[in-house]
C-alpha cells in the first residue's frame, strides 16, 4: 500500500522567502511522485513530477523538488515567493503501475505575505 | 495539449433527482479516466477508476450504485450520482490518462460543484 503524508497544513512565507512544503512517502515499490497546484474551485496543475532518473526535478513557476529515497521524501521548494504562488499544494504518489491510481496527500495550503 | 474539461462547472439540484456529470479529453485519448471527490478544505479522494469499454472500479466505501460511471469512449466518461442527497454535495474533478505517456500522468478537469438542495 502506499501513502503520503505533507508536514503542515497550513504555510505562510513572506514573498520574497523560500518556499519549503514538505512530503513524505511511502510504497514498497519504486515510486513516482508528483506535485499538483490547485487554485480555489478549480482542478489541480501538474508542478513536476519524478519517475526514475535525475532525482532533482525541475517544474513550472519555479518550482523543483528532490527525490530522496533515504529519508521516504519529495519535498518542494522554491527559492523566492510570489504572490501568485497562493494556493494549496497536494503531493501524490502512484505505484508506476499500468493502473495509475494517485494517492494524494491531505494539501497544505500555501499564503504569501507582501 | 492535453486538456481535460468537466461539464456542468457547477449545479444545483434537488434531493431525490440524478446529476450527470461529463469528463472529456478534447486533445488525446484516454483509455482510463479517475473520477475523484473533494470537500471543502480537505484532498482529493479516488472514487472509481474508469476503463473505457469495461466496468468501473470502484474504491472501497464507494457506493456503486450511487455513482454510475460509463466510459463509452476514449474521450468521456460520464458520472451520474443517482438520487442525490444533500451530503453528496461536494466537488468532482475527474482526470484522465494519455495512452501516448508510460508515466502515469493524468490531466485534470476543472471540477464540478454539485450543491444538492
Known amino acids: 500500500a502506499q501513502s503520503v503524508t505533507q508536514l503542515g497544513s497550513h504555510v505562510s512565507v513572506s514573498e520574497g522567502a523560500l518556499v519549503l512544503l514538505r512530503c513524505n512517502y511511502s510504497s514498497s515499490v519504486p515510486p513516482y511522485l508528483f506535485w499538483y497546484v490547485q487554485y480555489p474551485n478549480q482542478g489541480l496543475q501538474l508542478l513536476l513530477k519524478y519517475t526514475t532518473g535525475a532525482t532533482l526535478v525541475k517544474g513550472i513557476n519555479g518550482f523543483e523538488a528532490e527525490f530522496k529515497k533515504s529519508e521516504t521524501s519529495f519535498h518542494l521548494t522554491k527559492p523566492s515567493a510570489h504572490m501568485s504562488d497562493a494556493a494549496e499544494y497536494f503531493c501524490a504518489v502512484s505505484d508506476g503501475g499500468q493502473g495509475g491510481k494517485l494517492i494524494f496527500g491531505q494539501g497544505t495550503e500555501l499564503s504569501v505575505k507582501p | 495539449g492535453a486538456v481535460v474539461s468537466q461539464h456542468p462547472s457547477w449545479v444545483i439540484c434537488k434531493s431525490g433527482t440524478s446529476v450527470k456529470i461529463e469528463c472529456r479529453s478534447l486533445?488525446?485519448?484516454?483509455?482510463?479516466m479517475f473520477w475523484y471527490r473533494q470537500f471543502p478544505k480537505q484532498s482529493l479522494m479516488l472514487m472509481a477508476t474508469?476503463?473505457?469499454?469495461?466496468?468501473?472500479?470502484?474504491e472501497q466505501g464507494v457506493e456503486k450504485d450511487k455513482f454510475l460511471i460509463n466510459h463509452a469512449s476514449l474521450t468521456l466518461s460520464t458520472l451520474t450520482v443517482t438520487s442525490a442527497h444533500p451530503e453528496d454535495s461536494s466537488f468532482y474533478i475527474c482526470s484522465a490518462r494519455d495512452v501516448r505517456t508510460s508515466e502515469n500522468e493524468q490531466y485534470f478537469g476543472p471540477g464540478t460543484r454539485l450543491t444538492v438542495t
Open positions: 474508469s476503463n473505457e469499454g469495461s466496468k468501473a472500479t470502484y
Open positions: 486533445d488525446f485519448q484516454a483509455t482510463t
